[in-house]
């Protein structure tokens, strides 16, 4: 789409709705480059405490002039659209908000591999997993109001709360009083390879980077050990396998 308009103003209505949706595309990526450069110059916890802070006030001014604007009500600064939706409904909406989420990482990594290579992208993907899995696990353990040292029942928990759990299957076992094994039982990414006739991705250089700051963030006493990620064989019950723990009594 070429644009001719000076000025905004001059725009025409489709131009003018396009760059809306690049206005929000903006703010978005702001407040994502101010976590960036506060975990740069702050280191990670400091940036997480920051992030949450700053969250806590901008959302509901973010929401209630989005809400005047749009025309939509909100109770508590939640959307009442969301309210009036049945438990099914709102179980969809986290399900597709999984798959976008999915889709915006893959575009992302292919867009660098078509760029450079495929060790590139991996690079960069494994240096953004160091970054989002703390965030995520963060993100998580204040919404459900998980305490400082949440142990491994609290692992558990969160690791049910994450994005992927909204798209893929997995299952927590008990293994010992004091370690649990995680399963990647079907993944999205490496099913949808796997129906392809491709081998699996290597993953195994971003899942332990991963794992082991998801659940050092949920719980700082915790340990992380891979039982099995490709490239690593596996078998058909599961891509990938993890051991979580507490050394001070496995």
């Known amino acids: 789409m070429t644009v001719s308009a000076e000025k905004p103003e001059e725009l025409n209505q489709n131009e003018m709705a396009m760059l809306i949706m690049d206005l929000l595309h903006r703010t978005i990526v702001h407040h994502t480059l101010w976590f960036g450069e506060v975990e740069h110059q702050l280191g990670m916890p400091k940036a997480l405490e920051i992030m949450n802070e700053a969250w806590q006030k901008s959302y509901p001014l973010q929401i209630k002039r989005l809400s005047e604007i749009f025309g939509f009500k909100i109770k508590e600064t939640i959307p009442e659209v969301l309210l009036s939706k049945d438990k099914a409904e709102l179980l969809k909406i986290m399900k597709e908000l999984g798959k976008n989420w999915l889709a915006g990482d893959g575009i992302w990594f292919q867009s660098v591999e ?5 060790w590139e992208a991996k690079r960069c993907n494994d240096s953004c997993w160091a970054r989002f899995s703390p965030f995520e696990a963060s ?30 299957t997995q299952t927590i076992i008990d293994d010992t009083e004091q370690s649990i094994i995680f399963q990647m039982n079907d993944c999205r990414v490496q099913s949808a390879r796997k129906r392809k006739g491709l081998t699996d991705y290597p993953c195994k250089s971003a899942g332990l980077v991963e794992y082991r700051t998801f659940a050092e963030t ?31 009594k496995a």
Request: aromatic share 14%; net charge positive.
């Open 114 to 118: 078509s760029h450079y290579d495929l």
């Open 218 to 248: 949920i719980d700082g006493r915790i340990k992380t050990e891979c039982i099995g990620c490709p490239p690593d064989q596996h078998p058909a019950q599961w891509f990938c396998s993890w051991k979580f723990y507490l050394p001070d």
């Open 139 to 168: 993100s998580i353990k204040k919404f459900l109001q998980l305490p400082e040292s949440a142990g491994l029942e609290g692992l558990k928990k969160a690791l049910r709360f994450r994005l992927y759990a909204c798209i893929n």
